[in-house]
Structures are given as structure tokens and as C-alpha cells.
């Protein structure tokens, strides 16, 4: 490949950044949500249409709502509605995740698209702007504070990304230790031993999916008000199964989901950023990469993705 | 330990306790009653009703009718945290634990009056019920690396944590070795000192006679007799197992085709060696054989031999190897150094099918798991290992004809009581599904088998016919090795016993007279030297 | 339940007449409702959404019949049939092995866009007939070649499918776009797309049905014999059932999960040879249809059934061809049909459980009403 000097420019390292972020952060707050519901057992396949019905909310939110707030909340809500059918159907009925999963993906994708095309397909009006809330001195350090071209340097995130970010931190510690974190484990490695000891494995499993539909929401509506800037049919394009993958890479950790959203944001990002550099690279060149890569880790790394032991099996108190 | 209040109400009073499930009645009706200091063993067949029992009295199962009263008050006791908030604890039959986490996160898991976890308050505890029980156990250690003992230790620790008054052991012995089976003893009488009541399950009568303060004895669903503590202090050993032989078989016993056998192995009186010449033909041979580890410990350097005519005992506490043994033999692990001959010739590197069809067969303990597809037809199911083969397949098709009419014989021949041959497996009873199993590795030229817990789980009928079977086997020119953690039936049943510890084999003892003591011996000192290594 | 229950029958006890046909009616008739009932509802549901989009269902499902049966518009319905078929039939063979091929649309872009790249030099160059079965071939290699990597992930390390296959799908749709605009490009057009065909699939006589239905119901028949009556089927539903049995009964696992997967994206590929071939004639950049996505229900519907399948995809085919046409008058996306489809999955799941909750298999009707349905078609057992 050739490297044009471009590339080492600051204006590009501070794309490259914003860039990853702005792609990387729907794929956070998803995969964020992916590591605890997987931690608690459940597989879920249908986070794409979590995240588009997600998307479509946080849209509308936004726009009648002229607040970006009033979109992620919509988004929030969203996702959490569509997990309800998870829940109820998998986790309290003991059906087939996976089956329940491909249909929430189905329904999901043609009932955001209906909805849209019924409402905006004529207009298909665009959200403004969003505003960033610089952190005061640390915004004027070049490439991760200093905004160029209008993006979002690290320094310089909407109020929501270090609220993302604060969350994985703060799950983390969940995870390690709190009692949450712990029946959480235990409801993904062995069922049964938590329901002896006192605590429900549905409700927690039900709570467990209920935070991932809404931090899916939350992704999908992030990824519609500042990503795209509006809504388009599929706009998540297979992030939602990307996000499951981050979330078993990173062995379900929350700072390692961080890391890794932020890897594949880049990834995803890059084909415009190349443009830019003046390096022509076909955009479906720079698209596949984060998957062949995962292709190439997981070639690589095959015994290292780990699962907890009762992921994707219904829990009946009382079978073996 | 004698100062009991009479007149003080009991702890636990179970009246008239119905569950029935469908097809079965579980629970008929039981009365059942626990005191302060007290050992009440409940003692029954497999399918007595005990487990069910247990899941009444530990939050797992709701019960049709029936009262349960605690300390005179009447309780409901609806999900496993009303139990122990009640005070009552189990340690059930399998595992409870969490074999990703650490000893204390195994402990802490349920409490959930902080957020935080509070580990130095864990430690705190854990060294405290430690104490009082004189067990020492690794808060850091986790779970997946204690030994079967220790786990158990953990475990009772864990029903005692929230400060329980009942803790319930669902057959704790069976996992023990005759070393851990006497640190349990230990840890029963500080649990009656400190005025715990236990009910301990079992189906071995001699530990229920020497562990317990009363015995309550189960048979189908009802108590069908229960020995006092009085009785169980005055009356003398032979009058008190003659009486609870006849409570447990009741008029079934008579029906058992040799009531004196099975009273030899309720007695453990030792088996008699059947004769088999020294100098008969090596059947099957490993030698330095070592297979990996899988969901159970592997095998280390195993060397060993089987004539013709001989049954060949594996004694040893579960999970120190046997699988990987069995699988090894079979065909199913990959062996990592060392042979396996089979009439002396390499079989190391023929695959599980190709062993089957030379006559070396692998009767799993994993019956469901792996024995049978539930979903597939019994007909079906007794064909399994000759898949594609002639005649029952023809250029690759399946002949309906030949495979259900040879079935169908088998089926005769082996008494498995099945509607039809084209019933679906799953349904079968347990006795039944054992006996597909054996109809199988049984038929076409069987020469060497290898039976994994051959009569686990069943009942004392089938238990009888599985032996006959084993006897039977060896008799007209086979041999067998079975592997087995009842001692008791090892020592009716085989000419030698191996002990298997950590993944070797210790020891090999002729079986006879004072047999038993010496498979003791060796797997104790076996463990003690694995330990000091 | 570890219950030992105390069971009556005797071995092979006098064979009880009528009885087994009884329950055979029974079950085809479960299977009938089981399978039909979802249908049912997901329509009903998807008329009140309708209703709440303020369309009219009745002029919606009529316009669907309309343009999807009537007028011989049911013979572009049989067209669309031919690669709905072949998809159904290399899903059924993965799922039966409990395995999850979702990487279906990737074998199937590929697979499209080497026939498209291919096609229209060897239509031209040798026998129809040779260009067809050599570009049908192409496809189903290409396919199968596309299921490779999760394959042996699968076989040799047990890596999640689910994860592999989608990944290969995605790598595999953006490389057939790289083909599509390099070396595929039609030069006598800016436009990202192939040449057209000059010659395609010939009809079926006296009809406007191409020949690749005919492939595609060959495909169903040689799926249903190899499942249901070769060793290799049984095997197949083994390890699907019950892995761990396989490998106790010396099945070579690695071995049929490598060959399952070669088979079931072959399949696929077929159908975007049939798909290329008999219809569309060339392919453009960013076409995906995605036709997997809702063919997975009607596999499960089918019970993982090759010969039960065709009536459902006759029914969707029916679907989606009047669909298009019925959104365009009502106004609607055409990915209504997904919300549909998904309706269809989630109700069929929902029935499942019912059906599980009556007895393993069996029902899930309650007793009275069971017989009370069955009464007027089987005669009462005698006992």
C-alpha cells in the first residue's frame, strides 16, 4: 500500500480518532449491553433490530423532540420494548433464543423501514447538528482535543459518549465486584447453583436483557442522531451482530469492549478517512476489514473467545 | 447430647406431604419429623421419593397437599430463599457450586443486602464456620480445583452460612472416599453439638446404622417404617438390618430372585472369586497408556490386563480418571502415549465404530447424555453403533424390514419392556434405557466389554439382570472390566479390582476375603501419596 | 425427573391395532395446525398493523392474491420458487445438524456475481446446456467454498458458526461488489453492474417457468431421500440431536460437519445460479436480496421437513410477489413482508411452547378439545 505523507498530518490523526469514535461509540453502548446479557446466559442474536428499532426512536425523538436527549430517551425505550419479547419468550418461556432472536432482527428491520417510509419518504428530513461538550483545557491539546473540520475530537464528545464511557467503567466494577455482577455470573455459568442460593434466575436474566435492549436502543439512537444524522432503512448495516462479536472478543469485560469498539469504529471509518489521505481505496475494500479480521483473530485465537458454560439454554428450575 | 426436651416441639414436622408428578406419585402422604442434635437418616431405593422430599423441604418443589410445620408453626416453604431464610440448608446430590469462581464468590453468591460485595465480612465467616466444623479450606482457591471432599466441605459450609438450623446432605457419601467419608462423620458430630438438625440420605444401609439418631425408610412415595432411637441403641445390628431389608423390599423382596445375594451386599460380606485359570488367553491390554484430561481428570501411565472368562473391577472415587479409562478403551479419547492391544494385537489407532465391529464394546454411564438419541425409536436406537452397515443398510439406504424385525428380537431377548420398537427412547424407564444400551453392546460377537457404572440408578431387579448379564458375559468366553465407585458391587461381581486415583492406577487386589480392607487400603494410601507428590 | 416409573407394559405386549395409525393422524394433524396456526396469526396481526398504519388489510391481502395468483401472475409466483427452494434445502440439511449457516447471503452474492461475471462469455462460447450446468456448478462451488473457514472453526475448535458464517457473509457481499465494479464490470455502461445475459434458462413448455425449478425441486427430493432414508441422514440428525452421542457412537464429526456445511452453501449457491440464470440476467452493485432472511421461518414451519418446506415457500412465494405489488398500491415499504415473516417466527415459537407444555410432541390442545376436534376424522381407540 502506498502511504502518502498526508497521512501523518494532524488533521488526519484527529479524524482518525473522531472518525473511530463517532463509529465506534453505537458499537459500544451495544456491545456493552451484548457482555451483560451474555454474562447472564442469554444469546442476543436479535440485537440488530434492538438497535434499528433504536435508530428509528431516537430519530423521532430528535426530531419532534428538537433534543438530542429526547432521542436517546426514545431509543432507550424503544430497545427496551423490543427486548420485552425476549424476555417474556426466552427467558420466562425457555424458547429457543436464537429462533427469537432472527425474528426480532426480521421484525425489527421491516417495521422501522414501514414506519419510515409511511411517515419521512417523501421528505426524509435530516437532524441538525449536535452539540459537544468540550472538556474545559484538555480540548486544546492537538489531535485529542482541537476540533478541525467540525468532528469530535476525544476531548470534545457529546455529554453522552463520557457518559458511555464512565457506564463501561462503571460496569466493570459491577461486574467484579458487586453481588449484581456476581448473579450475574453465576446465572451464565450455572443456573441452578443460583436459584439455590436464594436468588431468581429469570429475574435476573430478565433484567439482564432488559439492560441490553436498552443500551442497544441507546447505540442505535446515538448512531441516528450523531452518526447519520437521520434515519435510512437498515442504517445499522450489521452492527448489531458486530457488537456480538466485540462482546465475546473482549471476553465480555467491559474496558475490553471499549477498546474493541473503538478498534472496529476505526476500522469502519477508515474508507473515507484513506479518501481523504489521498490513499484510493475501494470503501467495500475498507468495509470488510474489521470482518476479516475477525475471521483472521478468531482463526488465529480459536480457543480464546469464551462463552459462559449455560449461554443460549433456557433455565426450567427442576431439569437436569 | 442426651439432654433433649421432650416436651419442646420438634423443629421440622412434616404432615401428610402429597406430590405427584405426572405418571408418578412421588410423595404419598409422608410423615416426617426432625429434632435439635439430631442425625435422621432417610433411607430408600433410587425412585422413593426421597429426592422429591428434598425439594420440598429445600424451596425446589411445592407440594400438592401435606403441612409443614416449623418449630410448631405452620410454613410454606415456596422457593429456595424462603428456605434458607427459614434456616434450612442442602447440599445436594450434585455440585452446586460454580466451578469458574473462587471458593468465596461461591459463598458470597445470594447475598444480596449490599451492593458491594463484602468480602472481608466473607472471609470473616469463612474462617469462623471452618473453625467450628474443623475443615480448612482456600477462601482464593477456586472451585473447579478442590477435590470431591473439599467441595463437599465448601458446600456444607455454604448451607450453614445464612445460619441455618436443618441442613439436608442428599447422598454425601457417594462421592467420598472411605477417608473422606470419616471427615464427614467428624463434621456430623460438631453439627450435633452445636444442636443442628441433619437429615442425611442414603441408600447404604450400614451408614445410616452407624450415623444415624433415627432412621426413616422410604418406598414408593410413603414411609414405609421408621427406626427409633431407641431401637437403633438397644436392639442388636443383624435384628435391625433384617428388619430394614424387609421394610425397603417389603413383599418385592421375595420376588428378587436371590434375597440371600442382595443381603450379602446390603452386609458387604465379600463376594466369592469365580475361577479363572492363569494361564487363560490376554484379551485386552493397555500398556503405559495416558489419556487427556476432558471434562473430568485424565489418565496417567495405566497399564493393565484382562483374560478370558475374567471380570475386572475399576474401584476409585468418581472422577479420578474413569471416564478417560473408559473412553480410552473404547476408542472414543485419542490415547496420548502408550497401547491398547486386543488379543494382543494394537487397536491404539482404530477408530470407536472399528473397535465395535472387533467385538471391543463401550457401555457409557452417561445413558441420556450419550448412550441413546431420545428422540430416535428403541429399533433405531439399538443400531446406533452400526450405522451404514450390512444388512441393515444397503448402498447407503436404510432396510426398514431387517432393522425393526432384528430389533425386535433383541428387545425379546434382552426383556426391555417397550411398547414397541418404534416407541421413542426417551420415554423408557431408566431400567429400561440401560438395558437398550447392554441389548447393544451385548449382540453381534461381543469379546471384550467395558461397563461404566453398570447398575447406577437402577432398581434392585435390574440391578440383578445387569449382573447376570456381566456374569454371563464372562462365562461363555468374554471378559469384562467394570468400572464401578460401589465397592459393594465390585466385590460381588469381580475376580480382581484395580484402584484408580488421580489418574493412575495404584493397585490391583485379588478378590476374597478381607478384599474389602485392602481396595481401602490402597485407595487411601494411594490418595495420600498423590496429595504428598 | 430421575423418578423411576413403575411401568406396566410387557415386552412387546399383543400388538395393539389401529392404535399407531391413530396416532400417526394425530400427529400429521398437530404438525398441520402447529404449522398453520402461526401463519394465521401473523396475518391477523399483520392486518391490525395495517389498520393502525390506517391501510385497508382486506384490499391489501386481496391485492396480494391478486397480483400473486390471478391472471397467470401465479406462474412469476413458481418463478420466484426455484432459489426460495434450493435455500430451503441447504438450510434444512445445516439445521438438521443443529448447525447455524447464517452466512447465506454472502454464498449467495458470491455465487450470483461469479455466474454474472462468467455467463454471458460462456453463453455465447459453448452449448446452452453445457454453460448452464458448468455455471450452476460454479455457483454451488462457490457457495460451499464460502463455508469453508466456519466449517472447520466449527469441526476442528468448535468456534461459534453463528458468528463465522455472518462474518464470511458480510466479507463475502462486500467482495462481490469489489467483483461487480473490477473484473465482472460491464464496460459499455458507467453503471456498477455485469453484462446481461444473452441467453438464459429455457422455459418449461407451454409456460413462462424456467428450467431451474425443476433443478430446484430435484434439489428438494435428493435433500429429503439423503435425510430421511441414508445412513448418512441419520447420522446427520445424530449429531443434531445429540452430539455427544455421535461421537460415542464413532460418528466422525469433523467429517460430516465439514461435509454439511459444503453441502448446505452449495445448495445456496444453486439458488443464485437459478436466480441469475432463469431470472434476473445481470446484477448490479448493492443488490441484495436477502431472500435467506425470510425463507429461515418457513424451514422451521416445515419442522426441518425438505418435502414439507414447498408448500410454505409456495405460500411466500405467492407473498412476496403480490407483496411488492400490494405496498406499492397501499403506499407501503415493501419490507412490510419482513415485519410479517417475523410475526410469523415469533407466534410459531409461541406455539411451539404450547405445544411442548401438552407433552413432549404430542398436543397442545387441551384434552377435551383435542378429542373433540379429532372426534369426527379417527375413530375412538378401543380399549
Redesign the interface.
Known amino acids: 500500500m502506498i502511504v502518502a505523507s498526508q497521512v501523518w498530518t494532524q488533521v488526519f490523526w484527529t479524524s482518525v480518532i473522531a472518525g473511530g469514535l463517532l463509529a465506534g461509540v453505537p458499537l459500544m453502548f451495544t456491545a456493552l449491553g451484548e457482555a451483560i446479557s451474555e454474562r447472564a446466559g442469554v444469546l442476543n442474536?436479535g440485537l440488530e433490530g434492538m438497535m434499528l428499532v433504536g435508530a428509528y426512536a431516537g430519530f423521532l425523538g430528535a426530531y419532534y423532540g428538537h433534543s438530542m436527549w429526547v432521542g436517546y430517551a426514545g431509543g432507550i425505550a424503544a430497545g427496551v420494548l423490543a427486548s420485552c419479547?425476549m424476555v417474556v419468550?426466552c427467558v420466562w418461556?425457555?424458547?429457543?433464543q436464537?429462533?427469537?432472536g432472527?425474528?426480532?432482527?426480521?421484525?425489527?428491520?421491516?417495521?422501522t423501514?414501514?414506519?419510515?417510509?409511511?411517515q419521512f419518504?417523501s421528505t426524509q428530513p435530516r437532524l441538525g447538528r449536535i452539540t459537544t461538550d468540550p472538556i474545559p483545557l484538555l480540548d486544546r491539546i492537538p489531535v485529542l482535543g482541537k476540533t478541525l473540520n467540525g468532528e469530535f475530537p476525544l476531548f470534545s464528545q457529546p455529554l453522552i459518549v463520557y457518559l458511555g464511557l464512565g457506564l463501561a467503567v462503571v460496569l466493570a466494577w459491577l461486574f467484579r465486584s458487586s453481588n449484581i455482577g456476581l448473579n450475574l455470573r453465576a446465572a451464565g455459568e450455572k443456573p441452578e447453583a443460583l436459584d439455590a442460593a436464594g436468588v431468581s434466575v429469570v429475574a435476573t436474566r430478565s433484567y439482564a436483557v432488559l439492560a441490553t435492549g436498552a443500551l442497544a436502543g441507546l447505540g442505535g439512537a446515538y448512531l441516528a442522531i450523531a452518526g447519520t444524522g437521520g434515519f435510512q432503512?437498515f442504517v445499522t448495516q450489521?452492527q448489531g451482530?458486530m457488537a456480538?462479536?466485540i462482546a465475546?472478543l473482549a471476553r465480555g469485560r467491559p474496558l475490553g469492549v471499549v477498546v474493541f469498539s473503538l478498534m472496529f469504529g476505526i476500522a469502519l471509518s477508515l474508507s473515507g478517512l484513506l479518501q481523504i489521505a489521498g490513499i484510493n481505496l475501494?470503501p467495500?475494500?475498507v468495509?470488510?476489514l474489521p470482518?476479516?479480521g475477525?475471521?483472521a483473530a478468531?482463526?488465529l485465537f480459536?480457543?480464546r473467545?469464551y462463552?459462559p458454560p449455560a449461554l443460549a439454554l433456557p433455565y426450567v428450575r427442576?431439569a437436569? | 447430647m442426651n439432654a433433649r426436651n421432650e416436651t419442646e416441639a420438634p423443629l421440622v414436622d412434616l404432615v401428610g406431604i402429597t406430590k405427584s408428578?405426572p405418571?408418578?406419585l412421588?410423595n404419598d402422604s409422608v410423615d416426617l419429623t426432625l429434632r435439635r442434635g439430631e442425625v435422621h437418616c432417610l433411607l430408600g431405593e433410587?425412585?422413593a421419593?426421597k429426592?422429591?422430599l428434598i425439594g420440598i423441604l429445600s424451596g425446589l418443589i411445592r407440594p400438592d397437599a401435606g403441612t409443614i410445620l416449623i418449630e410448631g408453626a405452620e410454613t410454606r416453604i415456596s422457593s429456595p430463599r424462603a428456605a434458607l431464610e427459614l434456616g434450612i440448608g442442602t447440599v445436594h446430590q450434585h455440585s452446586a457450586l460454580i466451578p469458574a469462581l473462587s471458593v468465596l464468590e461461591n459463598l458470597m453468591l445470594g447475598d444480596n443486602r449490599k451492593l458491594r460485595l463484602d468480602e472481608a465480612g466473607a472471609r470473616g465467616r469463612l474462617a469462623e464456620l471452618a473453625g467450628q466444623l474443623g475443615v480448612d479450606v482456600d477462601p482464593d482457591t477456586t472451585a473447579a480445583d478442590l477435590s470431591l471432599g473439599h467441595q463437599q466441605q465448601v458446600e456444607i459450609v455454604k448451607a450453614l452460612w445464612r445460619g441455618s438450623r436443618v441442613l439436608i446432605l442428599d447422598e454425601p457419601t457417594s462421592m467420598l472416599t472411605p477417608q473422606g467419608v470419616a471427615e464427614l462423620t467428624k463434621v456430623l458430630g460438631r453439627l450435633k453439638e452445636q444442636g443442628q438438625a441433619v437429615i442425611f440420605i442414603t441408600h447404604k444401609l450400614h451408614e445410616a446404622l452407624s450415623l444415624a439418631d433415627e432412621i426413616s425408610i422410604l418406598r414408593r412415595g410413603r414411609v414405609a417404617g421408621t427406626i427409633e432411637r431407641e431401637a437403633l441403641q438397644w436392639r442388636s445390628q443383624e435384628e435391625l438390618r433384617a428388619e430394614i431389608v424387609r421394610i425397603m423390599f417389603g413383599d418385592e423382596a421375595r420376588a428378587v430372585a436371590d434375597l440371600a445375594e442382595l443381603q450379602e451386599e446390603l452386609d458387604r460380606v465379600e463376594g466369592k472369586a469365580r475361577g479363572v485359570a492363569a494361564d487363560a488367553d490376554i484379551v485386552l491390554e493397555l500398556q503405559h497408556a495416558s489419556a487427556p484430561e476432558g471434562t473430568e481428570l485424565g489418565i496417567e501411565d495405566v497399564s493393565l490386563h484382562l483374560r478370558q472368562g475374567e471380570i475386572l473391577g475399576v474401584a476409585g472415587v468418581d472422577g479420578n480418571g474413569q471416564r478417560a479409562l473408559a473412553e480410552l478403551i473404547?476408542?472414543?479419547r485419542a490415547a496420548t502415549a502408550g497401547r491398547v492391544l486386543l488379543y494382543g494385537a494394537p487397536v491404539t489407532q482404530i477408530?470407536?465404530?472399528?473397535?465395535?465391529k472387533l467385538g471391543l464394546r463401550?457401555a457409557?454411564d452417561?445413558r441420556l447424555?450419550?448412550?441413546?438419541?431420545?428422540?430416535?425409536s428403541v429399533g433405531?436406537n439399538l443400531f446406533?453403533?452400526r450405522?451404514?452397515e450390512r444388512p441393515f443398510?444397503r448402498h447407503?439406504?436404510?432396510q426398514r424390514a431387517v432393522v425393526d424385525g432384528r430389533a425386535?428380537e433383541l428387545?425379546?431377548e434382552f426383556?426391555?419392556?417397550?411398547?414397541?420398537?418404534?416407541t421413542?427412547a426417551?420415554?423408557?424407564?431408566?431400567?429400561?434405557i440401560q438395558k437398550v444400551l447392554l441389548a447393544r453392546e451385548l449382540s453381534f460377537g461381543p469379546k471384550v466389554v467395558v461397563f461404566h457404572k453398570p447398575t447406577y440408578?437402577?432398581?434392585v431387579k435390574t440391578t440383578a439382570s445387569v449382573r447376570d448379564l456381566i456374569r454371563k458375559l464372562a462365562d461363555d468366553g468374554g471378559a469384562a472390566l467394570v468400572i464401578s465407585t460401589d465397592l459393594d458391587e465390585l466385590l460381588e461381581i469381580c475376580d480382581r479390582i484395580a484402584v484408580l486415583s488421580r489418574g493412575r492406577l495404584v493397585g490391583v487386589v485379588p478378590n476374597g476375603p478381607g478384599a474389602a480392607e485392602e481396595v481401602g487400603e490402597v485407595m487411601v494410601g494411594g490418595a495420600a501419596s498423590a496429595e504428598a507428590a | 425427573?430421575?423418578?423411576?416409573?413403575?411401568?406396566r407394559?410387557?415386552?412387546?405386549?399383543a400388538?395393539r391395532p389401529g392404535r399407531?395409525r391413530t396416532a400417526r393422524a394425530g400427529r400429521t394433524l398437530d404438525a398441520l395446525i402447529r404449522s398453520i396456526v402461526p401463519v394465521a396469526l401473523a396475518l391477523a396481526a399483520g392486518a391490525l398493523l395495517l389498520l393502525a398504519?390506517g391501510r385497508h388489510p382486506i384490499k391489501f391481502y386481496g391485492d396480494i392474491w391478486a397480483n400473486g395468483i390471478e391472471n397467470g401472475s401465479w406462474q412469476d409466483s413458481a418463478v420466484r420458487m426455484a432459489p426460495f427452494l434450493l435455500i430451503a434445502a441447504g438450510l434444512t440439511v445445516i439445521f438438521r445438524a443443529n448447525i447455524?449457516n447464517l452466512g447465506y447471503n454472502g454464498q449467495f452474492l458470491l455465487g450470483a456475481a461469479l455466474v454474472s461475471g462468467y455467463g454471458p462469455r460462456l453463453v455465447d462460447d459453448v452449448p446452452l446446456a453445457l454453460a448452464m450446468v458448468v455455471l450452476f456448478l460454479l455457483a454451488g462451488a462457490v457457495g460451499a467454498l464460502w463455508t469453508v473457514?466456519p466449517a472447520v472453526?466449527k469441526a476442528?475448535?468448535g468456534?461459534?458458526e453463528?458468528?463465522?458464517t455472518?462474518?464470511?457473509s458480510?466479507?463475502g457481499i462486500?467482495?462481490a461488489?469489489?467483483l461487480i465494479?473490477g473484473p465482472f464490470h460491464d464496460s459499455t455502461t458507467p453503471l456498477p453492474q455485469t453484462a446481461v445475459l444473452s441467453k438464459m434458462l429455457p422455459n418449461i413448455p407451454g409456460t413462462r417457468i424456467h428450467v431451474g425449478l425443476l433443478v430446484a425441486f430435484g434439489a428438494i427430493l435428493v435433500v429429503h431421500y439423503m435425510l430421511t432414508?441414508?445412513?448418512?441422514g441419520?447420522?446427520l440428525?445424530?449429531m443434531g440431536?445429540?452430539p455427544?452421542?455421535a461421537?460415542?457412537?464413532?460418528?466422525?464429526l469433523t467429517r460430516l460437519i465439514i461435509v454439511a456445511f459444503l453441502v448446505s452453501g452449495f445448495m445456496v449457491g444453486l439458488a443464485a445460479a437459478a436466480d441469475i440464470l432463469g431470472l434476473q440476467g445481470y446484477i448490479r452493485t448493492g443488490w441484495n436480496p436477502a431472500y435467506g432472511?425470510?425463507i429461515?421461518?418457513f424451514v422451521?414451519l416445515a419442522r426441518l421437513n425438505a418435502l414439507a418446506v414447498v408448500p410454505f415457500i409456495a405460500f411466500f412465494s405467492v407473498v412476496s410477489t403480490g407483496g411488492d405489488l400490494a405496498a406499492a398500491n397501499a403506499?407501503?415499504?415493501t419490507?412490510?413482508?419482513?415485519?410479517?415473516?417475523?410475526?410469523i417466527?415469533?407466534f410459531?415459537?409461541?406455539i411451539?411452547?404450547l405445544g411442548r407444555r401438552r407433552e413432549?410432541?404430542a398436543s397442545y390442545l387441551t384434552p377435551g378439545l383435542r378429542q373433540a376436534l379429532r372426534g369426527p376424522l379417527v375413530r375412538r381407540r378401543q380399549s
Open positions: 442474536i419479547f419468550l418461556l425457555g424458547l429457543d436464537i429462533v427469537v432472527i425474528a426480532i432482527t426480521l421484525a425489527g428491520e421491516g417495521i423501514s414501514v414506519l419510515y417510509q409511511s419518504s432503512d450489521g451482530y456480538i462479536v465475546m475501494s467495500e475494500v468495509h470488510m470482518f476479516a475477525i475471521i478468531l482463526m480459536a480457543r473467545a462463552l427442576g437436569r | 408428578f405418571g408418578v412421588a433410587n425412585g421419593g429426592s422429591t473404547g476408542g472414543q477408530s470407536a465404530s472399528g473397535r465395535q463401550y457409557t452417561d447424555g450419550e448412550g441413546l438419541v431420545g428422540r430416535l433405531l446406533l453403533k450405522v451404514g443398510w447407503g439406504r436404510i425386535a428387545v425379546r426383556d426391555v419392556r417397550t411398547p414397541s420398537v418404534t421413542r426417551a420415554t423408557l424407564s431408566g431400567g429400561n440408578g437402577l432398581d | 425427573m430421575s423418578t423411576e416409573t413403575a411401568t407394559e410387557t415386552a412387546l405386549a400388538p399407531t398504519l447455524w473457514i472453526l476442528r475448535y468456534t461459534n453463528i458468528i463465522t455472518l462474518m464470511m458480510f466479507i462486500d467482495l461488489s469489489i465494479k432414508r441414508t445412513s448418512w441419520l447420522r440428525q445424530i440431536a445429540n455427544r452421542a461421537r460415542h457412537f464413532g460418528i466422525d432472511d425470510t429461515i421461518p422451521f403506499n407501503l415499504s419490507n412490510f413482508l419482513l415485519v410479517l415473516v417475523g410475526l417466527l415469533l410459531m415459537t409461541v411451539e411452547y413432549l410432541g
